[in-house]
């Protein structure tokens, strides 16, 4: 699917530059020296070429200015069409040469400003940027099991900067769009829709500063849920208070700056090596990393102690914690059981808005330390610590 939208639009410019009109035209000389040739040197006087394949390739070769000599016209006729198409074959071809090499200039010429259209799908974007973007862009990489995962940013920083993360990162695929993510049409040229999530920074880029970063932290991530609910989006506030609007925009995560830093400092200090620990499961300095995975069907209503075996046994993995997600309410739950007139007129009119009023976001509770006798649901996800993904 992307390669088709580039070849679409690459068409389109190919199309705006009269790129195919000049092909029309040298494909018209082309043809034009191979008839006066052939008419001329075989047709009637029956020399000098041999049949009308050789009159066209007479004709390549001369607009190409190659050359061969094989083939030499001997009338008249044949050598002012030859003369026709010497002086008027390079200036068209320049024509050519210049307009693809236009298209590919602007291409990263948009590229570089920020200005050019994401046809990725499945990637991550980051909106706005701070001191911790690099670290984020850290975790997503240590966590794509060596696949490239195609990051996206979205912010107002000055093109050196982003140069600067993109060469830093220069083995992997990291796009940039510059804008304000809390414009719905930078957020389309970002490919919104077809993300796999959307992580909203707390944002400084642009001469932006802190005080202001949790308004725009709340209009970025509405616009997010606007266009594309079904995307999963984490977002960083540096006031708590500012979290209920957050809640209110359908936010999946909501995370405050130094929220924990309290409790940690605590921990810290009355007792020595905990903070390490931490540090090591929620970094990327162990080889031992945090993954949440789903349950397999088999295991499903069945004491958590069988699924933990297995994984011990087979990954070497430790459980720490049940995530368990519970369906939000949708359009079915509010509609009655019989398909009646009423609720084929209300689901009409839900689908035509092209609006999830209902969204898509699940409520979760974490079960730390479950017990082994647990039976996880459907919808549960288990937390577990081992060096690679199960």
Known sequence: MRKVLQVKQTLLSLRQDKFFRIIAIILGIILFGAL????????????????????VWWAV?????????????????????????ILSGPALLSLVTASVASILVEKKIKEGKGLKTITD?????????NEMGTNVIDGILARSKGLPAVIVLVNELDRDEVQSIQYKYQDQPVRFVRGNFAREDVLARANLARAKAAVV???????????????????????????ASKVRTCAELIHAENREHLVRANVDEAFVRGGSAGYMLAKAAMAPGIMDAIELMIGDQDENKLWRI??????VQKPLKMFSVHLREKWNA????????????????????DATTIDEFIKRKFEASGRDFFGARKNI??????????????HDWILVISKEKP
């Not at 006066?36 to 075989?42: E, G, S, T, V, W």
């Not at 049940?322 to 949708?330: A, C, D, N, Y």
Request: net charge negative; proline share 5%; charged share 20%.
């Open 36 to 55: 006066a040739i052939y008419f001329a040197d075989h047709y009637y006087t029956r020399k000098g070429i041999g049949g009308f394949f050789d009159a």
């Open 61 to 85: 070769v001369t607009i190409t200015t190659v050359g061969y000599g094989d083939i030499v016209p001997v009338s008249v006729t044949g050598k002012v069409a030859g003369l026709f198409i």
């Open 121 to 129: 799908r499945g990637h991550i974007i980051i909106c706005g940027w």
């Open 201 to 227: 920074l707390a944002d400084i880029s642009g001469g932006h500063t802190l005080e202001n970063a949790d308004e725009r932290t709340i209009f970025g991530v509405m616009a997010i849920k606007t266009m």
């Open 294 to 299: 789903p349950i397999p069907s088999k295991y």
């Open 318 to 337: 430790l459980i720490l914690a049940v995530i368990k997600e519970e369906r939000g309410i949708s359009l079915d739950d509010i509609l009655s059981g």
């Open 365 to 378: 509770s974490i079960m730390l330390n479950p017990p082994e006798d647990y039976e996880p649901a459907v």
